[in-house]
């Protein structure tokens, strides 16, 4: 008999956020997979719950995968958390999904606390469309490369940061945005939350009064102008983006929505472009 893959999300902070519903499947599970089994097991101790632990991390997550599934298809109950949110949401857990699907063992989302819902719904900035980015690059130039990549969106961006190159990813929002509508949330849900609401600049302007930044931060980025719509700028923005590793329909697609135009308008100006190009 086939068992079941769990993804159970857990809490970004506030032990009491873990549901009820949860807590249930945690204590039926036959495995629970956790990303570090040191902190999960304070997690579990706290709730009375004592399972064989497995740890899943980025580093071992092809392989366990695997093996969770192989342990799945002989009828195991695999529950698999991560630190704190949602299992494959800037977490280990996609490589788990996939190979399930592959070999036909049903997944059932425990869904709970994520970062990136809880930070949007008291942002203050528009809900109705969002960009998600995961963590943003850690070396300076491609993080500029990938900020600059977003310089159109016109929906809500946001990311994860961390508390070390939190004012260095502002400066580069400031300098590359200019005065767009910025905020910090740090240690949602926990004692010391905060928002942090303005423009990169002002917010800069208060972090380092600080002797010390601490905390899980989710950086989100208001919405930019619709692009001033020429054709040069159009398929240079193309240009652009597929430089950055963008695939060519997607670069298309975000370009037309970025100038406010129809996606077949951006694909002729490209089109048209490269014709040319050819003829020379």
Known sequence: MTGTIYL???PIGNLDDLSPRAI???KQADRIACEDTRHSGKLLRHFEIDKPLLSYHE???NKRAKELIRMACNGEKIAVICDAGMPGISDPGYRVVHAAIDAGVPIVPIPGPTAVATALAASGLPTDRFRFEGFLPSKKSLRRKALEALKYERSTTICYETSRRICDTLADIAELFGARP???ARELTKLHEEFLRGTARSIISILEQRAVIKGEITLLIGGGEKAPFDPENVTSRVATLLTNG????DAIKQVAREFGVSKSEVYRLVEDLRSNANKV
């Open 8 to 10: 159970v999300a857990t």
């Open 24 to 26: 249930t499947v945690l």
């Open 59 to 61: 580093h071992n997550e």
């Open 182 to 184: 910025v905020v910090v």
């Open 246 to 249: 963008v695939d060519r329909m």
